[in-house]
């Protein structure tokens, strides 16, 4: 079957023959995370991504969030619960598609601690900050 490859890394939308199966998905997007739908579209496609790490490239479409990740998108399920082919084309999919540089500081948060120790007996009170690594 037809469907469309979104591949953030590359910046490319294509279309690709495949059968799309869980297995055959996570090959061609290399995921080690599971799929979900992240978007279905207004003619009943759907987008299929995996969780993805903020410091990689990513994509949105119009007004989405941001997908860290490559994405899949195939058609509505038909009765037998099968993926049909998408009805949108690759062209009209990268017309929508908005890229989004890597954010490497994000995946890198530090936190700040900040301690009052306050002895009643000593009479003192003393402030301390420390960072979380």
Not at 64 to 77: E, Y
Not at 106 to 121: C, F, S, Y
């Amino acid at each position: 079957m037809r469907v469309v490859f979104i591949d953030a890394t590359d910046r490319t939308v294509s279309q690709v023959e495949i059968e799309p199966n869980s297995r055959e998905l996570a090959r061609l997007c290399g995921w080690s995370a599971p799929l979900k739908v992240v978007i279905t579209l207004p003619n009943g496609d759907v987008l299929l991504s995996a969780e993805g790490d903020p410091s990689v490239p990513g994509f949105s479409i119009g007004a989405s969030s941001t997908f860290r990740s490559g994405a899949v998108l195939l058609g509505k399920r038909d009765r037998w619960r099968q993926h049909t082919a998408p009805r949108s084309e690759a062209e009209r999919i990268a017309a929508l598609i908005r890229w989004v540089a890597a954010n490497p500081g994000e995946g890198d948060k530090r936190e700040v601690v900040q301690a009052i120790l306050i002895d009643p007996a000593q009479r003192t009170i003393e402030a301390s900050a420390s960072s979380g690594r």
